[in-house]
């Protein structure tokens, strides 16, 4: 955990980060990842014969690829054109099948057609297990029992604020169920990209990966959200620079999602208040879009 007090030096604040991109496999998702595969261990419903099916346009399919490596488990991983070729190769070298849909749902993404091709697979193959992350409450409960509970048990004193970027909205829910076992009283506050619909607003095309969905997922619970704060491409980029640029972290695109989603509430807030907040994955897989002038100056406003 850092605390960004050079990006948020106001008098008052303490803005503390919990670095998920630490994580080995470089991203958040090697909470669920493990969690629903070493649950499934456990209880039977996954043994060396099964073959893990996932829909991903990233570091859930590389965290599950890392996993399914270290346990002998087939994994085939659905993805989209927007996955990186980076990313496609990280997939490869640990292993995993590739599937790649070509066409755009009704909401001009592409997790309608992820989804179908997964349902297709599953039929196909013999002892296939979809992890599900969209409906699966290991999902939550992994973050419950991983990231946030390190937060509270490492952090003395109030937490005010919890500013989370969401898409499956698992981590999210768990660290929010968590938090507030120790702080009744925190805010949580949801980051989603414009365009996303998650919350009810129209979709949009949008360029990050990450964050945001063009479906609301089963396990949002939308009642323990108190605000939900959008952020475009452009301020999700913006807020990444500042965070390398102030604090010396190069951190991925919805890590500056939550950074200008705290510039934005910055107005708001009263004058001693603690918001904890999770930078999900590392910046180096992003250095050609977000990182990238040319990637950036191709984005819509
Ligand atoms: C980089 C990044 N940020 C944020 C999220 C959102 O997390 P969640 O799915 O737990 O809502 C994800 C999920 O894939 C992610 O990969």
Request: glycine share 8%; proline share 4%; hydrophobic share 40%.
């Amino acid at each position: 955990m850092v605390m960004l007090e050079r990006l948020f030096p106001e008098r008052g604040l303490e803005v503390i980060a919990k670095l998920e991109y630490m994580n080995p496999g470089g991203s958040m998702k090697d909470r669920p990842a493990r969690f629903i595969i070493e649950h499934g261990i456990q209880d039977g419903m996954i043994t060396s014969n099964t073959h893990l099916i996932e829909s991903t346009s990233g570091n859930l399919g590389v965290a599950v690829a890392m996993v399914a490596r270290v346990y002998g488990i087939k994994f085939t991983c659905v993805i989209d054109p927007k996955t990186t070729k980076t990313n496609v190769k990280i997939l490869e070298q640990l292993g995993a099948n590739v599937e790649m849909v070509q066409d755009l749902d009704d909401q001009g993404g592409y997790l309608k057609t992820r989804i179908q091709k997964v349902k297709e697979l599953a039929n196909k193959i013999p002892n296939s297990f979809w992890l599900n992350q969209y409906a699966n409450q290991l999902n939550w409960q992994s973050h419950y029992y991983g990231a946030s509970s390190e937060i509270a048990e490492e952090l003395s004193g109030p937490i005010d604020c919890l500013v989370a970027a969401v898409s499956t909205s698992g981590s999210i829910m768990g660290c929010a169920r968590r938090l507030r076992k120790k702080h009744p009283n925190l805010k949580v506050v949801a980051v989603d990209a414009v365009g996303s619909v998650i919350f009810g607003a129209k979709p949009a095309s949008r360029e990050l990966p990450g964050i945001g969905s063009s479906r609301i997922p089963e396990i949002l619970n939308r009642d323990e959200i108190d605000e939900v704060v959008y952020v475009s491409d452009r301020e999700s980029v913006q807020g990444c620079r500042d965070l390398l640029f102030y604090e010396g972290i190069l951190a991925g695109g919805s890590s500056g999602s939550v950074v200008a989603a705290m510039q934005k509430l910055l107005p708001t807030l009263p004058d001693s208040y603690r918001i904890v907040t999770l930078l999900p994955d590392r910046g180096d897989r992003y250095i050609d879009s977000v990182y990238d002038d040319d990637w950036v100056s191709k984005l819509r406003d």
